[in-house]
């Protein structure tokens, strides 16, 4: 695993990259139009598993280039605003909060199932706006625990309410956006179904007032807030993300993540193809390979994610009945600013 | 040739200096102004009228001025003893309490404030210590409490108090000390007519110092205490930042620079109305 992750350039692909950089600058500019290259931008953190499986496979399979640009989903949505009309990027792998951002703009092209078959074989919660974009794969919150403070794992969302925990339990700010989903948690466990709890999230802040005991802190630092959590000051973080917590985990951290009874939020990985793209062509293939079964299965360990394609199965630990709550990320984008003032009002010191 | 008309060339010396403020921080005030006073394109106070209007905000004011000023008394009460230690010690004594002082200054806030999160909690080393004493009953977490983060602060602050007031005592003679007590005066009275009076620049530049630096931290509140605790800098960071609200940004970014140009103009008044022989 941390071969697969640490993502370093082997020498192979050292004497690839030099050997594509020099044949296209020696070749007449009529040869070097038809070296297929495809630049891909997204985020800093996926290069590793980008690189290691996604770009060798793809390469093979279409016999092109790969340049992954990773970096912040903000800056990669700064980019395509600044090229507009003359896009170097084909691709983005984006959050969806800010894919929304970049449908407003008219920044990016639709995806159809004619370009991209593979958009049947993935959930319909996946496909995002008429298929402006698509998840290929879904990190999932739930509830990390350290395991010495609480030899019993937490089955519900309700346990972070429980008295015993007083002063123990971390969660995110709203300015994070795993964050958000705890207002809908708090919702779900005053009765609320999903839908009615991110329409009116009346009930989940009443009920997310009789939190304020429990709490330790809200964070806007992840670390800092697992930090606390393995050195037992926290109890348990709520909501937390399999990508993080997971990795933690597996870096021998006393924690784990449990997937509450009452189901887990997904959230977004999202990826589109950019309006007026160079290789047009092969970028909806790539984001047909990255909707693909054989991709998905490859990927949804490195990255403790959900996979989107239905054949996939969902990785160990979680049951196959578990609800897996889709969240409405263009409310969350409108609503936002507003949750965060009353949240500030309500939550405060 | 009138001397009113000559030009001294050493004046220029400062060209340099200006010219820099006002590139790196003459401009983006004045755009913050800008910002803050012109809403949808036309001169208006109406951002600073919702500001104010809403309960919160004053809260949120609240929290900046209480904490500011705890960090500047504890600051005080901390620093003015230390510094007469360090004006008063001779040789390796100074050398090592002046390193004391300014080794912790090269170690980043950051740093600070994580070790801070170490000590401070249930089973850290205050906790204990109290426990041990019989002061408390039982173990208490400080982090993520005001009284934590007065600490975690005055910590971080604490040399820009110091400093200063050494700077002055230094300079001041200790003969008059020694010259008020022949009189027949009193330590106490030595204290509060000789030496206070004397310090008293020092005094204020720490303040001043102190203050304006406690009032607009951002780090040490974000990581000692945390999204629960508002204050006008974590505010105006957030509305940049995750609310992308430049209007509220600007306005709580001017209400800072107020609070703190206030603070610094005042405590220069304190001196005429302490000592009033200085």
């Known amino acids: 695993m941390t071969t697969l992750l640490t993502g370093r350039p082997t020498r192979r692909n050292l004497l690839k990259a030099s050997a594509a950089a020099a044949g296209l600058l ?148 709203l300015q994070n956006t795993e964050g958000l989903p705890l207002i809908f948690a708090a919702g779900l466990l005053a009765g609320q179904s999903l839908e009615a709890a991110q329409k009116d999230v009346d009930a989940g802040f009443k009920k997310l007032a009789t939190l304020k005991p429990n709490l330790l802190t809200i964070y806007t630092q992840q670390p800092q807030a697992y930090n606390l959590l393995e050195q037992a000051e926290a109890t348990m973080i709520g909501p937390a993300m399999s990508s993080y917590a997971l990795e933690r985990k597996a870096a ?33 293939a790539y984001v047909n390979e990255l909707l693909g079964a054989e991709l998905q299965t490859k990927l949804a360990g490195p990255t403790y994610s959900l996979a989107t394609n239905k054949a996939v199965p969902r990785p160990a630990g979680l049951a196959p009945d578990l609800k897996i709550y889709q969240i409405d990320w263009a409310n969350v984008a409108a609503e936002r600013n507003n949750w965060i003032s009353r949240w500030d009002r309500e939550m405060a010191l | 040739m009138t001397a009113r008309l000559r030009f001294d060339p050493v004046a220029l010396l400062i060209v340099p200096a200006v010219a820099y403020l006002a590139f790196a921080y003459g401009i983006p005030l004045f755009v913050l102004l800008a910002r803050a006073f012109v809403v949808d394109g036309v001169p208006s106070v109406s951002s600073f009228v919702r500001f104010f209007s809403d309960p919160f905000d004053w809260l949120v004011i609240g929290n900046t001025l209480r904490i500011a000023v705890a960090v500047t008394l504890v600051s ?107 009189l027949g005066a009193t330590p106490l009275y030595r204290f509060f007519r000789v030496a206070l009076p004397l310090s008293l620049p020092g005094i204020v530049t720490g303040i001043a110092f102190v203050f304006s630096m406690a009032v607009s931290m951002y780090v040490v509140p974000n990581l000692l205490i945390g999204d629960r605790f508002q204050t006008l800098a974590t505010l105006t960071g957030r509305s940049f930042l995750f609310m992308r609200n430049e209007q509220l940004g600007s306005t709580t970014a001017v209400v800072l620079l107020a609070l703190a140009v206030a603070t610094v103009v005042g405590s220069a008044a304190l001196p005429r109305r302490f000592g009033g022989a200085s």
């Open chain 1, 26 to 173: 020696a070749a007449p500019s009529i040869v070097r139009a038809q070296t297929k290259e495809l630049v891909v931008g997204g985020a800093a953190g996926h290069k590793p598993w980008v690189e290691q499986i996604v770009v060798p496979m793809f390469e093979k399979k279409y016999g092109c280039k790969v340049i992954f640009e990773g970096t912040r989903s903000l800056v990669n949505l700064e980019k395509m605003q600044k090229n507009k009309g003359a896009q170097y990027m084909s691709v983005v792998q984006m959050d969806d909060p800010v894919m929304i951002l970049a449908v407003k703009e008219g920044l990016l092209e639709p995806i159809t199932p004619a370009k991209v078959p593979n958009m049947a074989e993935i959930t319909p919660a996946a496909v995002h706006m008429d298929g402006m974009w698509a998840n290929y794969l879904q990190p999932w919150l739930g509830i990390a625990y350290n395991k010495t403070a609480m030899p019993t794992p937490p089955k519900s969302w309700a346990e972070l309410f429980d008295p015993k925990y007083k002063g123990r339990i971390v969660v995110p700010s």
């Open chain 2, 76 to 182: 005080l009460a901390i620093g003015y003893p230390t510094a007469v230690a360090l004006a008063r010690a001779k040789g390796a004594a100074q050398a090592a309490i002046l390193v004391a002082i300014i080794l912790p200054l090269s170690v980043g806030v950051v740093v600070k404030a994580f070790a801070w999160q170490i000590v401070l909690r249930r089973d850290g080393v205050v906790s204990q210590t109290l426990v041990a004493l019989h002061l408390w009953d039982t173990p208490q977490r400080l982090l993520f409490t005001e009284t934590g983060l007065v600490i975690g602060a005055v910590n971080v602050f604490v040399p820009f108090m110091i400093l200063p007031i050494y700077s002055v005592l230094k300079l001041v003679d200790p003969r008059l000390d020694e010259a008020a007590a022949t």
């Open chain 1, 252 to 284: 021998g951290a006393p924690i784990d993540l449990v997937a509450p009874s009452e189901g887990v939020f997904a959230m977004p990985s999202g990826i589109a193809v950019i309006k007026g793209a160079p290789q047009s062509d092969l970028a909806f």
